[in-house]
């Protein structure tokens, strides 16, 4: 059973950091683009940053370019988004993906996991 398990997220104050992370289990994802997106209340589920199976290659939203670092460990079959300089903006849940046929398309993406709250209080 493949599953995808998000951690790290919380409430923080504006301006703080925090460090997301998505573990895979049940295969392995290394030749694998891994994806971060999130949903607001209200809002569709949007991509936030991606990263291609050798970390080669990165790509973000214009929205958290310069603030936030995607990478991965494909040893740990892990993947990380460190977030910084974060905004109330930023408010969501953040779900990680995996395997997508395109990487900004989260209708592509052929595994997700079940999300983790990120909070930011102004």
């Known amino acids: 059973q493949v599953q995808l398990v998000e951690s790290g997220g919380g409430l923080v104050q504006a301006g703080g950091s925090l460090r997301l992370s998505c573990a895979a289990s049940?295969?392995?994802?290394?030749?694998?683009?891994m994806g971060w997106f999130r949903q607001a209340p209200g809002k569709e589920r949007e991509f936030v940053a991606a990263?291609?199976?050798?970390?080669?290659?990165?790509y973000y939203a214009d929205s958290v370019k310069g603030r936030f670092t995607i990478s991965r460990d494909n040893a740990k079959n892990t993947v990380y988004l460190q977030m910084n300089s974060l905004k109330p903006e930023d408010t969501a849940v953040y779900y990680c993906?995996?395997?997508?046929?395109?990487?900004?398309?989260?209708?592509?993406?052929?595994?997700w996991g079940q999300g983790t709250q990120v909070t930011v209080s102004s």
């Open positions: 993906g995996a395997d997508p046929r395109t990487t900004y398309s989260s209708d592509t993406y052929n595994y």
């Open positions: 049940g295969r392995t994802f290394s030749r694998s683009t």
């Open positions: 990263i291609s199976w050798g970390g080669a290659n990165t």
